[in-house]
Nanobody
Framework: QVQLVESGGGLVQAGGSLRLSCAASGRTFSTYAMGWFRQAPGKEREFVAHIRWNTGSTVYADSVKDRFTISRDNAKNTVYLQMNSLKPEDTAVYYC?????????????????WGQGTQVTVSS
C-alpha cells in the first residue's frame, strides 16, 4: 500500500505562483512514476504532468507547458508541482498519483494510488 498526501494548495491571484507537494509513504521503493492530475467542477479529471522516478524525465500537458514544473526528491519520497503564471482556468482540485509499471502517462486509469487532492483557486 502507498499513501499519498498533497499539500500547498490555496487561493492566489492570476499571475501568481504556488508549489504543491505530494509526500509518499508505504511501498515507495518500486515507484515507477508519479503524476499530477486536476479536476475542475463539472469537468473530467485531466492530466497535468508526469515524472519517471528513476530518470527524472518529464511530460506535461500542453495547457501547462512552460508554466508548471514537476520535480521529485527521492530521499524525501516527495514530488512537487511548481505552478507559475497561474490563470483562472487552472482552478481545480489537484491530485497526485503513483504507478508501478509503464503505461500511458496521461491516462488516469494507469495509476495505482491517488492522494486526496488539494484545492487550487486562481482569482482574476
Amino acid at each position: 500500500q502507498v499513501q499519498l498526501v498533497e499539500s500547498g494548495g490555496g487561493l492566489v491571484q492570476a499571475g501568481g505562483s504556488l508549489r504543491l507537494s505530494c509526500a509518499a509513504s508505504g511501498r515507495t521503493f518500486s515507484t515507477y512514476a508519479m503524476g499530477w492530475f486536476r479536476q475542475a467542477p463539472g469537468k473530467e479529471r485531466e492530466f497535468v504532468a508526469h515524472i519517471r522516478w528513476n530518470t527524472g524525465s518529464t511530460v506535461y500537458a500542453d495547457s501547462v507547458k512552460d508554466r508548471f514544473t514537476i520535480s521529485r526528491d527521492n530521499a524525501k519520497n516527495t514530488v512537487y508541482l511548481q505552478m507559475n503564471s497561474l490563470k483562472p482556468e487552472d482552478t481545480a482540485v489537484y491530485y497526485c498519483a503513483a504507478r508501478y509499471s509503464s503505461g500511458v502517462v496521461y491516462r488516469s486509469g494507469d495509476y495505482d494510488y491517488w492522494g486526496q487532492g488539494t484545492q487550487v483557486t486562481v482569482s482574476s
